[in-house]
Each structure stands twice: as structure tokens, then as C-alpha cells.
């Protein structure tokens, strides 16, 4: 039930946003505004004329941030995995030799 909900209120916002665009206004043009899409790589609105033209979209800046941030996550885990390896075995006896 809630997630019909939030899909029907997700539509209608997606409906309203193609008509009445306030966050793409048209450069140069006084109180005229387009509809925006959002775009996946990189992430972030695409405003468009109502021709379909595109005249604004996310810089690649956000692109290199998310790499970044992605790259520094890995190491963190890494680093991570790595010291509880080594806390583990640290923990382990040792097994003996018998000769």
C-alpha cells in the first residue's frame, strides 16, 4: 500500500515537472521555463526547450567526485579487511610441530 502510494505521488511529480519546470528557466527569456529529465552519468537534471533541445546539464565535476569518493571507499574496506585478517590469525594459536 505505501509503496503504490509513493509511486503514484513519484508520477504525478514526474507529470507536473514536464509541464511547469520552475528549476529550468530559459535563458534569456523572462518567466519562460522548460522541462527538466534526470540523467544517470553524470548524475544530475537536464533541463530541455520545448523543441527537446537541451540547454543545461551536470557538469562532469560531480562525475570526478563520485569516482573519488567510490576509490576511497574501496581502501577504507581494504584497509579494513586486511586488519581484521590480521587481528584473527594474531588470535589463532599457533599449531605446534611435533618432531
Same mark, same amino acid.
Given at each position: ?9 513519484? &508520477? ?37 526547450? &520545448? ?27 581494504? &584497509? ?20
Amino acid at each position: 500500500m505505501f509503496l503504490s502510494v509513493i509511486y503514484l505521488v513519484t &508520477a504525478f511529480d514526474k507529470q507536473t515537472n514536464a509541464e511547469y519546470d520552475l528549476s529550468c528557466p530559459l535563458p534569456g527569456q523572462d518567466s519562460q521555463f522548460g522541462y527538466s529529465t534526470w540523467q544517470s552519468w553524470p548524475p544530475g537534471q537536464v533541463c530541455h526547450q &520545448a523543441d527537446g533541445s537541451v540547454f543545461s546539464r551536470p557538469g562532469l565535476q560531480r562525475a570526478g567526485g563520485i569516482v573519488i569518493a567510490a576509490g576511497g571507499l574501496i581502501v577504507f574496506l581494504a &584497509a579494513g579487511t586486511v586488519a581484521v585478517q590480521r587481528r584473527v590469525s594474531e588470535q589463532q594459536p599457533a599449531a605446534s610441530v611435533d618432531a
